[in-house]
C-alpha cells in the first residue's frame, strides 16, 4: 500500500491540475494484498472513474444554474447509492464520484478542463494500484482467503467461552470486521458463487460455522455443562496447527466432543465437522 501510495504520487506530480492525492487515493483503494482481486477491483474503480467523470460535468451545467453543493452533491450520489444497495461492489465508485465532483465545485471557467485532469490522475492511480498489486509479492487468493478463514475461526471459538461482558463485546465488534474483510475477499475473487471454487466454500463454511457459534454460545450461557473447554481447546489446538502447516488429525476433535443431548449435541457436531472440513479445503 505504502509502495503503491508513493508510485502514485510520484506519477501525479508529473500531470498538470494538482490531484496527485486523488491518485494516492486512487491507488490506496485499488490495491490488494492478492493479485486474483486486483484487477477486478481496478476494472471497477475506473468504472466509477467514467461515472464520476458524467457526474462531474453534470455539476458543471447544475453549477451554471447556482445550485448549491449540496443539492449537487445528491443529485450525484443518489444514483450511485442506489447501485451500492443493489451491488456493494460499487462502494468505490461513490468515492471516485466525490473526487470528480470535487474538481467541478470551484468557478464555472476552466472547470471541464479540471474534471478531465482529474479523470486522468484517478484513473492512473488505480491502474498503479493494480500493478503493484500483480508484480509486488503477490499472496494466492486462496492462501490469503485461507489465512483469513483460520483467523476468524479462531476468534469465533475462542469467544464460544466468554461471558457476556464488555470484553465480549469488545471481541464479536473485531470478529465482524474480520468477518467483512472476509467477505471483501470473497467479492473480489468474481467466482464467488461456482460450486467448485475452493475460496468461495472457505466463506460459506466459516459463515455456516458462526451461524453454530452464535446459538451455541446463547445455549452455554443459559445452563453450565462439562466437557466445554476441553472441546474448545481440541478445536483451537487444530485451527493453530493447521495455521503452522501441519495435517489435522480429525480423531481427536471427534474425542473432545462433549457428551450432550437435544440440539446442543447437533450443534457440537456440527461446529466440529466444520473445522474438519476447513481443515480438508486449506490443505
Known amino acids: 500500500m505504502v509502495l503503491a501510495a508513493v508510485l502514485a504520487l510520484f506519477a501525479g506530480h508529473f500531470l498538470p491540475g494538482g490531484h496527485a492525492f486523488s491518485a494516492?487515493?486512487?491507488?490506496?483503494?485499488?490495491?490488494?494484498?492478492?493479485?486474483?482481486?486486483?484487477?477486478?477491483?481496478?476494472?471497477?474503480?475506473?468504472?466509477?472513474?467514467?461515472?464520476?467523470?458524467?457526474?462531474?460535468?453534470?455539476?458543471?451545467?447544475?453549477?451554471?444554474?447556482?445550485?448549491?453543493?449540496?443539492?449537487?452533491?445528491?443529485?450525484?450520489?443518489?444514483?450511485?447509492?442506489?447501485?451500492?444497495a443493489y451491488n456493494s461492489e460499487y462502494r468505490s465508485a461513490l468515492i471516485a464520484a466525490v473526487l470528480m465532483l470535487g474538481a467541478a465545485s470551484g468557478s464555472v471557467a476552466g472547470v471541464e478542463q479540471a474534471a478531465i485532469g482529474r479523470a486522468i490522475v484517478v484513473g492512473m492511480g488505480a491502474c498503479i494500484g493494480i500493478a503493484v498489486s500483480i508484480m509486488v509479492l503477490p499472496t494466492p487468493h486462496r492462501q490469503a482467503v485461507a489465512d483469513k478463514a483460520l483467523?476468524?475461526?479462531?476468534?469465533?471459538?475462542?469467544?464460544?467461552?466468554?461471558s457476556a461482558d464488555a470484553r465480549s463485546e469488545k471481541a464479536d465488534t473485531k470478529l465482524r470486521r474480520a468477518l467483512l474483510d472476509l467477505s471483501?475477499?470473497?467479492?473480489?475473487?468474481?467466482?464467488?458463487?461456482?460450486?467448485?471454487?475452493p475460496s468461495g466454500q472457505i466463506v460459506r463454511l466459516v459463515r455456516h460455522a458462526q451461524a453454530i457459534c452464535l446459538l451455541l454460545r446463547v445455549e452455554w450461557r443459559r445452563e453450565p455443562g462439562e466437557g466445554r473447554e476441553v472441546f474448545c481447546a481440541a478445536l483451537l489446538g487444530q485451527l493453530s496447527a493447521m495455521?503452522?502447516?501441519?495435517?489435522?488429525?480429525?480423531?481427536?476433535?471427534?474425542?473432545?466432543?462433549?457428551?450432550?443431548?437435544?440440539?446442543?449435541?447437533?450443534?457440537?457436531?456440527?461446529?466440529?465437522?466444520?473445522?474438519?472440513?476447513?481443515?480438508?479445503?486449506?490443505?
Open 24 to 84: 494516492v487515493l486512487s491507488a490506496l483503494i485499488v490495491v490488494r494484498p492478492y493479485s486474483q482481486g486486483a484487477l477486478r477491483a481496478g476494472l471497477m474503480r475506473l468504472l466509477a472513474t467514467a461515472i464520476g467523470i458524467v457526474l462531474s460535468f453534470g455539476a458543471v451545467l447544475l453549477h451554471q444554474y447556482g445550485l448549491n453543493e449540496y443539492v449537487r452533491l445528491l443529485i450525484g450520489l443518489v444514483p450511485l447509492a442506489i447501485l451500492t
Open 243 to 283: 495455521r503452522a502447516g501441519h495435517p489435522a488429525d480429525d480423531t481427536i476433535v471427534w474425542q473432545a466432543v462433549p457428551e450432550v443431548t437435544g440440539v446442543q449435541n447437533w450443534m457440537v457436531r456440527t461446529l466440529a465437522g466444520d473445522v474438519i472440513r476447513l481443515a480438508k479445503l486449506v490443505a
Open 184 to 197: 471483501q475477499m470473497h467479492r473480489d475473487n468474481g467466482k464467488g458463487h461456482a460450486e467448485d471454487d
Open 151 to 162: 483467523q476468524v475461526m479462531t476468534q469465533m471459538i475462542g469467544g464460544l467461552m466468554t
